[in-house]
């Protein structure tokens, strides 16, 4: 599939395939669509897909960081420390994302995420077909007494 051109970004992450599939993100077209992409993929995304709007999450600090990770007993220490150090290399990219959220609370960041979806609903870019109908319906008159 990568090499068909199948998907809109991939990468290798901790020695894993990780991808988004031009299919999938065509489906999704016609509603929000949320992708879970790390920075390579933001990267990839951002020179293919208009009007995407990237949002960075941050955990609240490093060292809370480090506590989640221990606390799922996923990994290994060694995986541990490797995602530890992806994530201070990624951490500087947040400046290149049009907004961030710092996950502190899971409530207030799904909160915070809904809001950035609602926002970009609303812009005048987002609105163009309804608004001209509804600007339609003045210069008709439709419903006048």
């Keep these: 599939m990568i090499r068909a051109g199948a998907f809109v970004e991939w990468a290798v992450v901790h020695g894993a395939y990780y991808g988004t599939s031009r299919k999938e993100l065509k489906k999704g077209q016609a509603g929000d669509l949320i992708l879970d992409i790390d920075v390579q993929g933001a990267r990839q995304v ?7 709007v990237f949002t960075f999450v941050l955990p609240p600090s ?13 990994d290994g220490p060694q995986t541990i420390a490797l995602r530890l150090e992806t994530a201070r290399q990624e951490a500087r990219e947040c400046r290149r994302f049009d907004h961030v959220i710092i996950n502190d609370d899971l409530n207030e960041a799904a909160d915070e995420l809904a809001a950035i979806v609602v926002c970009q ?24 007494p």
């Design 46 to 52: 951002r020179g293919k897909v208009r009007n995407a």
């Design 62 to 74: 490093f060292d809370v960081l480090r506590e989640r990770l221990l606390g799922r007993g996923q």
């Design 121 to 144: 609903r609303t812009r005048r870019a987002a609105r163009t077909r309804d608004i001209r109908r509804v600007l339609a319906s003045f210069r008709k008159g439709v419903g006048a």
